[in-house]
């Protein structure tokens, strides 16, 4: 869809730090992260909400935030658990209207931190070449420990 950033990134008309892409989603590092290694997980058919997306593509979401969470693991990660969040619509505080899960690894003792910065992260526009940089390394180490299909 035009105008969707998602769509555009699939598109590959903007930049994204790729974990893993197959026909039906991608696995791509939050650019404004709340943890080192937010990923977020996008289906590549566009739909603003979860219950307009086929079955099998929203089971394949879950099995891709699964397999990320297995690759946080094997890459080492200093990650003790993770939260998995979808936010569904403009009121759940959705900001990009084509649905994606969010995986979140938590260290544990990071609540404060993690809230403080899902509520600033937005506003953290600067740097963003370095920050491309590092997110691009982290999809690569990511990319190395994602598990195939099981």
């Known amino acids: 869809m035009k105008g969707c950033i998602f769509c555009q ?15 039906q989603a991608m696995v791509i590092l939050d650019l ?9 997980v996008i289906p590549k058919t566009h ?9 099998g ?3 394949h979401l879950m ?3 699964r397999r990320t ?3 946080h693991k094997r890459a080492g990660l200093p990650v003790l658990a993770h939260n ?26 990071d609540t404060l931190i993690t809230a403080w910065t899902w509520a600033t992260r937005l506003l953290n526009i600067f740097g963003m070449a ?14 190395e420990h994602f598990p195939e299909r099981a």
């Open 57 to 59: 593509v929203s089971h």
């Open 130 to 143: 370095r920050r491309r940089k590092k997110l691009d390394r982290m999809a690569g180490l990511l990319a």
């Open 63 to 65: 099995d891709l935030a």
């Open 9 to 23: 990134i699939q598109a590959g008309e903007l930049p994204a730090s790729v974990v893993y892409e197959d026909d």
């Open 69 to 71: 969470i297995l690759a």
């Open 47 to 55: 739909a603003p909400l979860l219950e307009q997306l086929d079955s």
């Open 84 to 109: 998995v969040v979808v936010n569904d619509g403009r009121e759940a505080n959705q900001h990009v209207p084509h649905v994606h899960v969010h995986v979140i690894p938590r260290r544990g003792g």
């Open 32 to 40: 404004f992260p709340i943890r080192e290694g937010h990923c977020l």
